[in-house]
């Protein structure tokens, strides 16, 4: 299983591309993403992908490659303990919506982080830069979780996918300080959120340690198209070139 913190000391920032089946997989893995994330985009911004999905799409990251999958929406109606993490899923991350105005989420997503952890695996809280519109808890509050209880990497995305994006939602300066603030705190940041090929730059220039993208990589920019290894070639690139650039400062 690859360790997340030991991927990104080799390679920093790192492109995560989101993948719905073992064919996009492929895909990712010719075109140099160095993390694959098993998602279901038909299921929300947050789609947890099938067991076997998730199972094919580990087996082809291994042993290369990080490989994170989306669990979905925390509910209230379902057992952490019923769940059976995957082998070869490093990280999961787990979406907040509709916990704002509800007390108990902290303690449910600690129950979540503790069954992934019985089975070697991480959990990463979802902060939702249209929060409002989530009806999740503000980014802050995700954060100050994640410092409580050492969850290892803080996601910021964005719930409505065929709205505004992050970059939009959120100001540069509010960017960089929830990176800022992160960092602090020992904890990666991985930022997302209907991200163009036109925002990875910028985005890698606010200190993201992973840029993670779904559209962007499919036919035509649409999440719901499939993933192109030319498209995630040219997100790769720009990585790299960033990469390159902050080598020689150093």
Known sequence: ???LSELLREQSPALLISVRCAAEAREAVAGGAHILDAKDPDAGPLGR???EARSQIAALGAPARVVTAALGELRDDEDPQDFTPEAGVALYKLGLSGWGARCGWETRATAWQKRLAAAGAQLAPVAYADAKAAEAP??????RHAAVHRCPVVLVDTYVKKGTGLRSLLSESEL????????AEGILVALAGSLGIEDVAAVLELGADVVAV???????SRRDASVERERVQTLASIVESFSSRIRRRA
């Open 49 to 51: 992908s099938s067991v």
């Open 176 to 183: 960089r300080a929830f990176v800022r603030d992160a960092h």
């Open 1 to 3: 299983m690859g360790c």
């Open 138 to 143: 503000p980014p802050g509050s995700v954060l």
């Open 214 to 220: 779904r559209g962007a990589a499919c036919r035509g």
